[in-house]
Every structure is written in C-alpha cells, then in structure tokens.
C-alpha cells in the first residue's frame, strides 16, 4: 500500500480509503468484520463511514458494526483513521425532530456523542459535514467544533458534497477566527465519467490545501465491466449503471472505454481507480467493497501504472471540462 498526506496536515493515510456504506444493508457483520481485516492487511488505514449508514429503521447500524469489530482487538483502532459524518437526519421514519439533524451546535453536540458510543471510541480522527447546512453560519459551527477539538472528542474536519465556494467560505471564516484549522478534506463525486468536480470543487480544494477523497469512484459501477459482465456473466446493470446505459452515447462510451482497456490488457474497475490515484489534489478514491475479491481488486490498482497513451485515450472517451476559468469562460 501506498501513503500519502491528508491536504496540508501531518495525517498519513492510505491511497484507498475503505468504504463502509455496504456493512449492513448489503453486507452482514462477520463478513464486513473480515473485509475490514483483510484491508488493514492489505495496509488500507483509512476507514470513511457516517452516522446515516444503515439506512431507514437501521440508521447507525454501519457505525455499530465498525465499533464491534474495534472491540475485538485493542491495535485496530490505534492503526485506523477513522472517518464519520453528521449532517443526516438519524429519525427511522424520516421526521426529525427539530434540531436532530443538520449542522447546529446542538446538533452536532449530540450526533458526535452518538457516534462515538456506536464506534466504541473515544475519538474521531476525521469529522465529517456530509452536506451543506444552508441556515446554520459557518462561525457557530467552527464554535462547535473548537469545543469537541479541545474535548479531544474530534482532531480535523472535513466537508462532502461541498461546492467550492462553501469550501472558501469555510476556510475564510476559520482563519478569521483564529485557533481552527479549517476544512483538511472534501469527499466528492468524481470519476471519469463525472468530471465536474474539476471546474470549482478540486480547484478551490488544492488552493486551500484539502485532500480530495472520491466517491463512487466507478460510477454506480458503469466503470467496473459492466458489459464485459452483461456478455459474459448474463449479469445486467442494475440502478445507476442500468439508467446511465439506457442511453445509447453513453453506452457506446462505455463500450469504448471497455474496447481500449481490453487492448491494454487491464480491468475496468482497477483502470478507474488508478486514473483518479493519477488525478491532481486526489488523496485516495473511496472503495466499498461488498467482497474480500472486490477489495483485492481495489488494492491492485494501486500499484497500477497507467501509459501515457492509456491516459490520453481515458481523456478522449471521457473527456474532462478544462482547465477553470476557461473551461466556462471562453
């Protein structure tokens, strides 16, 4: 496994980042229990979760099974970064009660108190705004999170789905105040066929020294064979994927894209994610891996290297923005 600084901190974490949004609803605890093994194995140190995994009646459920798993041996969680996140609303029918979700101080008082029970920790390395709160100022939330600083309950932040602007307006007003740090990361939809982060979302994280965590790295999987898989397997694309091939420039892209790895000789999935490892301010894509060989697949592409010709014929199938301003400008 590789390393690299999270942003502009001290912080070393791995190029992949375990992705635990499966552990419960698709994957049950013994089995997320031994994928997050065989990543530490592998030298995956940095694992991403949220308060809302789980899903429905069973929101929390994902933080509950990782806080297990770190019960059962006292090194795992001295070897993790841990990554979790508040913003979701935690009521299982879906009507919060007030004050019970978004970005106030009350709220993330008590969501990082929750969390903390569920993970069996006493801290979390990465705290997480898994949205933007449009009516709560970034100057009670820095408040908010100074006090869980000094508690020792949080160590850095980080913002998802953030725009770039929410991510300068962020940082502004933490050096403003003095004393916080600011946002260290931002967590957001790129991968090679959603290139729109590269107009304002990197930029505005590189300037401001965030390190960019990727998510859906394969596109709800349209990047991971999915018709090698249909001709093959008889396995057809299911939710995303299925959607996006429904139409047909789309599906010729991705028939393109499967055509030219297939000439190199490299698997779809482990292209994509070495791709974005290739990408400008990236730290590590996040991987959700439902399976030990999915997460040995993941690994891989680390140590993947992408020719040059490769990478040129990545760009012209899926062909990126530009540089910004121009890309919008002229």
């Not at 995956?44 to 308060?51: G, M, P």
């Not at 709160?133 to 999170?145: G, L, M, S, V």
């Not at 932040?157 to 600011?182: C, D, L």
């Not at 993941?298 to 990545?314: I, P």
């Amino acid at each position: 496994m590789k390393y690299t600084q999270l942003g502009r901190t001290g912080l070393k974490v791995s190029r992949l980042v375990l992705g635990t949004m499966n552990f419960g609803p698709q994957t049950d605890e013994a089995d997320s229990h031994a994928i997050m093994d065989a990543a530490l194995d592998a030298g995956i140190n940095f694992f991403d979760t949220a308060n809302v995994y789980g899903w429905g009646e069973n929101k929390g459920r994902t933080e509950e099974i990782i806080g297990n798993w770190f019960a059962k041996s006292p090194d795992h969680r001295d070897k993790v970064v841990l990554a979790t996140k508040v913003y979701g609303n935690m009521a299982a029918d879906g009507d919060a009660w007030p004050n019970h979700d978004k970005l106030s101080a009350l709220n993330i008082r008590r969501a990082v108190d929750a969390s903390l029970k569920r993970l069996q920790t006493d801290h979390i390395d990465v705290y997480q705004f898994h949205h933007v709160d449009r009516r709560t100022p970034f100057e009670e939330i820095w408040q908010a999170i100074d006090t869980l600083v000094t508690q020792g309950k949080i160590l850095y932040v980080g913002s998802s789905n953030f725009p770039g602007y929410k991510i300068a307006q962020a940082n502004e007003i933490a050096a403003r105040r003095g004393g916080t740090i600011g946002l260290v990361s931002e967590q957001c939809l790129y991968n090679l066929a959603e290139r729109r982060a590269e107009m304002e979302v990197i930029p505005a994280a590189q300037e401001y020294g965030l390190g960019v965590i990727p998510w859906s790295p394969l596109h709800g999987g349209l990047l991971g064979g999915v018709l090698k898989k249909e001709v093959e397997g008889g396995r057809r694309a299911g939710g995303r994927a299925a959607d996006s091939l429904a139409n047909t420039t789309i599906r010729a892209q991705v028939q393109a894209y499967e055509d030219l790895l297939d000439k190199h000789g490299v698997e779809p999935g482990e292209a994509a994610l070495a791709w974005l490892l290739t990408r400008p301010g990236v730290t590590g894509p996040i991987v959700g891996p439902r399976t030990a060989e999915q997460l040995s697949s993941a690994v891989r592409a680390v140590e993947l290297d992408l020719s040059t010709d490769l990478l040129e014929g990545l760009d012209e199938i899926f062909q990126g923005p530009g540089p910004s301003p121009e890309a919008f400008a002229w």
